[in-house]
Nanobody, 125 residues
Framework: QVQLVESGGGLVQAGDSLRLSCAAS????????MGWFRQAPGKERELVAG???????YHADSVKGRFTISRDNAKNTVYLQMNSLKPEDTAVYYC???????????????????WGQGTQVTVSS
C-alpha cells in the first residue's frame, strides 16, 4: 500500500517555473515505477513524465526540454521540475505509482495502481 501526496502547484505566468513534489509513504518506494500525469478540462488524462524503477525516464514530446522528472529515494519523493511554462500546461497534475515488475517506464495510466489527489497548475498568458 502506497499513499501519495502532491504539492507545489499554483498560479503562475507563462515562462515561469514550478516544482511539483510527490511524497510517498511506505518503505519500498524505490521499487515502484513513478509517473506524473495531467488532466485538463474536457481532455483525457495524459502521461507527462515517467520514471522506471531502474532510473530510466520518459518525457512527453509536449514537455521535452522543459520538464524533468526525478526522484529522491531517501526522501520517498518524486519531483517534476517544470520550466518555461505555457498556458497549455494548465491542468490538474497527478502523481502515480506502479508496482509492475517492468524494467522500463510504464506509460499506460491503467497500469498505475496508486494515485495522489492531484494539484492544480494554472499558467496565465
Amino acid at each position: 500500500q502506497v499513499q501519495l501526496v502532491e504539492s507545489g502547484g499554483g498560479l503562475v505566468q507563462a515562462g515561469d517555473s514550478l516544482r511539483l513534489s510527490c511524497a510517498a509513504s511506505g518503505r519500498t518506494f524505490s521499487s515502484y515505477g513513478m509517473g506524473w500525469f495531467r488532466q485538463a478540462p474536457g481532455k483525457e488524462r495524459e502521461l507527462v513524465a515517467g520514471l522506471s524503477r531502474s532510473g530510466d525516464t520518459y518525457h512527453a514530446d509536449s514537455v521535452k526540454g522543459r520538464f524533468t522528472i526525478s526522484r529522491d529515494n531517501a526522501k520517498n519523493t518524486v519531483y517534476l521540475q517544470m520550466n518555461s511554462l505555457k498556458p497549455e500546461d494548465t491542468a490538474v497534475y497527478y502523481c502515480a505509482a506502479t508496482a509492475l515488475t517492468y524494467s522500463g517506464v510504464v506509460v499506460s495510466a491503467t497500469l498505475y495502481r496508486y494515485w495522489g489527489q492531484g494539484t492544480q497548475v494554472t499558467v496565465s498568458s
